[in-house]
Nanobody
């Protein structure tokens, strides 16, 4: 499974960005998917996850109300719409996927995911 993340950039605080994660050479329809981020000097952390059918969605508290995760299985693409960006959102953002599923906390855990895309850098200036 090859995942390609894109859409990062340099923006000012309060701006919006939309990240995309596309699978090449296959479909995402059966995959549980998520976004993680890693800020400079920090460990990678969970941001959001979406189950294969888009019904169950999970967010880290710090992005609730500002970020929206979604997926278009027909386009083999997952999205992360990021609004009201803050300097503390600055990080490399990674998309991840797994064919396995579990309870809610399963999706918060980096080790639950089998496939990872390369990072896309998001920088938010104050």
């Amino acid at each position: 499974v090859q995942l390609q993340a894109s859409g990062g950039g340099l923006v000012q605080a309060g701006a919006s960005l939309r990240l995309s994660c596309t699978r090449s050479g296959g479909t995402i329809g059966s995959l549980e998917m998520g976004w993680f981020r890693q800020a400079p000097g920090k460990e990678r952390e969970f941001v959001a996850a979406i189950r294969w059918n888009g019904v169950s969605i999970f967010y880290v508290d710090s992005v609730k109300g500002r970020f929206t995760i979604s997926r278009d299985n027909a386009k083999n693409t997952m999205y992360l719409q990021m609004n009201s960006l803050k300097p503390e959102d600055t990080a490399d953002y990674y998309c991840a996927a797994t064919p396995k599923f579990g309870s809610e906390t399963y999706y918060y855990t980096e080790a639950s995911y089998d496939y990872w895309g390369q990072g896309t850098q998001v920088t938010v200036s104050s």
